[in-house]
């Protein structure tokens, strides 16, 4: 090993020594104490004794996005805001009035067709609380007069299956699986142009 080569491995040995073992390095301690480490492929990490507490203790730490690690978030059955909304990850707040109804809405229009139909017929009413031609809320959408008859015939009222509800949940965590601008769902054409055709609905533009 040539000199250069030496000063170079004694420059990194002592850098190493300053950021990571301070107190041996003869460097100042700053505020916080730090603790070093090695991830899977190789690369040094450095963390405050609180993150590597956090980690010990198996909290999620957050990402450089702002989400956390593991479920991305509370389980909105596990807690609620402040105002009784329920959190989720992506920033999104909804009711339990939101739930109920979504959930119910989607029992009484699809309670026992597919997944997919399910989630469609939900997502037209998420599409429509954020058009400007509808109520901005999910309980004024499904109940706006003469637009769902489920409301009218008594379907609304059923107790929801437990796919019904974790189709609503789902929704409302992650947004409608609907181009924006399908807001009809309907045994017949309406609109301007049919997106998709099911064995139930037609789904169409505004």
């Known amino acids: 090993m040539n000199r250069k080569n030496i000063s170079i491995w004694m420059l990194s040995f002592y850098l190493t020594l300053v950021f990571c073992f301070p107190s041996l390095a003869g460097a100042p ?5 730090i603790f070093c480490g090695l991830t899977a ?4 990490v450095t963390m405050t004794a609180e993150e590597a507490a956090r980690i010990e ?4 730490v957050r990402n450089a996005d702002g989400d956390t690690g593991g479920n991305g978030g509370q389980n909105p059955e596990e807690g609620t805001s402040g105002d009784g909304s329920l959190e989720v990850s992506k920033n999104f707040a909804y009711t339990e009035e939101d739930l109920y109804v979504l959930a119910h809405q989607i029992c009484g229009e ?4 597919s997944n997919e139909e399910q989630l469609y017929v939900g997502s037209v ?3 429509r609380v954020n058009h400007a031609a509808y109520p901005n809320t999910v309980k ?3 109940f706006q007069k003469g637009q769902y008859a489920c409301t009218r015939d008594g379907n609304y009222y059923r107790e929801p299956t437990a796919q019904n509800w974790a189709n609503a949940r789902y929704l409302l965590e992650n947004g409608s699986v609907l181009p924006a601008n ?4 309907s045994g017949k054409r309406q609109g301007h142009g049919v997106y998709r055709r099911t064995k139930h609905h037609y789904y169409c533009y505004y």
């Open 110 to 113: 699809a309670q026992n067709c």
């Open 29 to 33: 301690a700053g505020p916080e104490e």
């Open 57 to 60: 203790s198996g909290d999620n």
């Open 182 to 185: 399908v807001v009809y769902q």
């Open 125 to 127: 009413v998420l599409n």
């Open 140 to 142: 004024g959408v499904v």
């Open 41 to 44: 492929d190789g690369r040094t």
